[in-house]
Structures are given as C-alpha cells and as structure tokens.
C-alpha cells in the first residue's frame, strides 16, 4: 500500500495539471495561438530556470558514488545512440523520429526522484539528487540533437554544436553546474522570492498547456507510435538499465534512481520541446500524457518486484 501510495501521489498533481489545461482547451479559454504561446514561456523561460534551480541547489559532493555516476552517465549515452540507430533503420518522418527517441530517452526524473526515493529511504537518498546534474545535461544536449540533425540544413560541426549549448535547456544545465561548482549563490531576495517561484510554475503551466492541446482521436491516429514509445519507456529501457544496475552491485536508493531515470514517465519539458523545435507537438503531447497515467502501474510493479528481490 506505501508503494501505490508513493507512486500514486508523485505521477497524480499532472494528471490534475493535464485534465485542467483540457477543460481549458474544451471551453475555449486556451486554445491555438494561446497554448503555442504559453509553451514558448514554458521552454524559454521558467523551464530552464527550474533546471538552473534543481542543479545549483544540489550537493555534488556529499553523496557522490563514482560506480553509479558512470553508469547513469554512459548508459544515458548508449541508449540514445541504441535509439538514433533504431529511428533511423525504421526512416520515421523527420518530425516524428526525434520525437519518438526524446520521448523513450527522456524522463521526468528531477520532478519525481525525490519523492519517490524519499518514501523507501527518508533518511538517506544516495545519489538520487546528485544524479540531476549528470542526466539533466545528457538528455537535453542528446534531445537537441535528435532534432537539429533532421531540421533539413546541412550544419558544420561548430554550428550545430552553437545550437546545442544555446538551447535553453542545455544552457540552463550548464549554468547550474557553473552556480553549483563555484559556489556562487544569488541574493536570497532573487533565489527564494524570485527565481524559485517562478521555476515552480514550469510544470504546472508545461501540463496545462499540453492538456489544452491534448486530443483523444490523436490517440488512434498514433497507436503504434504511442505503443512503441510507452512500451520502451516503461517497460524495455528500465528492464535493460534496472537488470545491468543490479548485477553490477547497485542497489538501495541508488537503484531506485536508476529505475525513475529509465522507467519514469516521459519529461514534462518534451512537449514543449518538440512544439519549439518544429517535431510533431501532437504526438509528443499524446506519449507524455499517456506514459504519466501508465506509470502509475508500472512504477508500482517494478518498486514491488525489486522489493521482493530484496533489491532495495
């Protein structure tokens, strides 16, 4: 019951955000040009400052295991590089392969991880947090990759690489870390009062934009887009990353991280990603809601299963 109950209440507030911002879309309130323009504030603006936010505000050094570091940080790699290849045998148009290899990729982790791994070990979340400054840049710079390298110019490898660090989420990732390292910290009137409120917005207005634009026939329309994207997500990527993490001595909180980091939902911020950067905004809202409200299930089952392993 602590299980369902942990899941339940980290995956449940989008769920309330989403079915908000769908209201809000039926009675007209937020529709077409609206919505664009709410997700152009949400990934401009108070997305990168929540990751500025999370990264600068995490100790990198009091829990820091190197064995889980590089993992995480070689296996975030390795299954982007595993899912360009298989986007690219299969010849997706360009505006849904980078869809469909962000929204297996990328995860909500930083939004979840605590809350879940809080719940088994309150008084000690391992690598947990640490992990934000590690995945958060990865998964953002690999996104903006997916997506720049089938925007249709042939681009040198200075440009595309100007691309990428410019992109807000990359750069937010890295003046997090620059904030993080040199210890410098803002005026607690700025941080507190400021910058943390409006960086809690991002998630709220992130789901309640994609509820606005969330259609329930889109859903036939991308069946075996959604299947594919929802089965990699949260069942294949965990029981690949979960099964090597286990059997290379991982365990406890830090194999709690691991399963969110590869079997938690799609990211919030993927929605408004793809919308920005010209994939198809559709289908990227339909794989972050429908993998939010799967989650739940199958979150459960794989805190349960490693439990009963006596994994954690």
């Not at 849904?96 to 605590?114: E, F, T």
């Not at 990428?164 to 390292?181: D, H």
């Not at 001595?249 to 939902?265: E, K, M, Q, T």
Request: aromatic share 8%; charged share 10%; hydrophobic share 55%.
């Amino acid at each position: 019951m602590h299980v369902i109950t942990a899941s339940f209440s980290a995956v449940f507030p989008l769920l309330c955000f989403m079915l908000t911002g769908w209201i809000l879309g039926r009675a007209g309130i937020l529709t077409g040009k609206a919505a664009d323009s709410v997700n152009n504030m949400v990934f401009r603006v108070f997305l990168p400052l929540s990751i500025i936010e999370n990264i600068a505000s995490t100790d990198l050094g009091g829990q820091f295991e190197l064995k889980c570091a590089l993992y995480v940080a070689l296996s975030c790699i390795a299954t982007y590089v595993t899912l360009e290849a298989i986007e690219r045998r299969r010849d997706d148009p360009p505006s849904v392969a980078p869809v469909m290899v962000q929204g297996i990729h990328k995860a909500n982790y930083s939004l979840l991880v605590i809350p879940i791994v809080s719940s088994f070990f309150p008084e000690d979340l391992g690598m947990s947090v640490v992990l934000i400054a590690i995945i958060t840049p990865i998964v953002n710079i690999c996104s903006t990759l997916a997506f720049v390298s089938r925007s249709g110019r042939k681009l040198s490898a200075g440009e595309l690489a100007v691309k990428i660090i410019l992109n807000p989420m990359v750069l937010s990732s890295f003046i997090g870390i620059l904030l993080n390292v040199t210890g410098i910290s803002l005026p607690e009137l700025v941080a507190d009062r400021v910058m943390a409120k409006m960086a809690s917005m991002a998630t709220p207005l992130a789901m309640i934009s994609l509820g606005a634009s969330f259609e329930l026939k889109a859903v036939g329309e991308y069946r075996k887009e959604l299947f594919r994207a929802i089965s990699g997500k949260l069942v294949f990527m965990p029981l690949a990353l979960v099964s090597i993490a286990a059997l290379i001595g991982i365990r406890g909180a830090d194999l709690i991280a691991v399963l969110v980091y590869s079997g938690a939902p799609t990211a919030v911020n993927s929605y408004s990603t793809a919308v920005s950067m010209g994939g198809d905004g559709v289908l990227a809202g339909q794989i972050v809601a429908l993998s939010s409200a799967v989650s739940i299930a199958t979150l459960f089952c794989w805190l349960c299963a490693l439990g009963a392993l006596g994994l954690i």
